[in-house]
């Protein structure tokens, strides 16, 4: 069973910076294709970013040129490196994996807050 665990969340003034990290356990990381969403409050989940197991990125449009995504196979984590954040990218960020059908999972969340 995967199992994901994000770190890394916190409050930070608009304009500053965080790294979100999401630590793999529980199959073979390379295999999957890693992904962050977000959930604000009274919004739907929306795609931050993804990174598939060749490295190809995809970008939410409202992150893009702020957001960058990376992955560490040897490590078994993904990141997220958020710069220039502003307070509408405060929400409950998510790491996810996914690996054919059925292979589907998700982390507890990390709240990120962004003070005006």
């Known amino acids: 069973q995967v199992h994901l665990a994000e770190s890394g969340g916190g409050l930070v003034q608009a304009g500053g910076s965080l790294r979100l990290s999401c630590a793999f356990s529980?199959?073979?990381?390379?295999?999957?294709?890693m992904a962050w969403y977000r959930r604000a409050p009274e919004k739907q989940r929306e795609l931050v970013a993804t990174?598939?197991?060749?490295?190809?990125?995809n970008y939410g449009d409202s992150v893009k040129g702020r957001f960058t995504i990376s992955r560490d196979n040897a490590k078994n984590t993904v990141s997220l490196q958020m710069n220039s954040l502003k307070p509408e990218d405060t929400a409950v960020y998510y790491c996810?994996?996914?690996w054919g059908l059925g292979h589907d999972f998700w982390g507890q969340g990390t709240q990120v807050t962004v003070s005006s």
């Open positions: 996810n994996a996914v």
């Open positions: 529980g199959s073979i990381f390379s295999m999957y294709r």
């Open positions: 990174i598939t197991s060749d490295r190809s990125t």
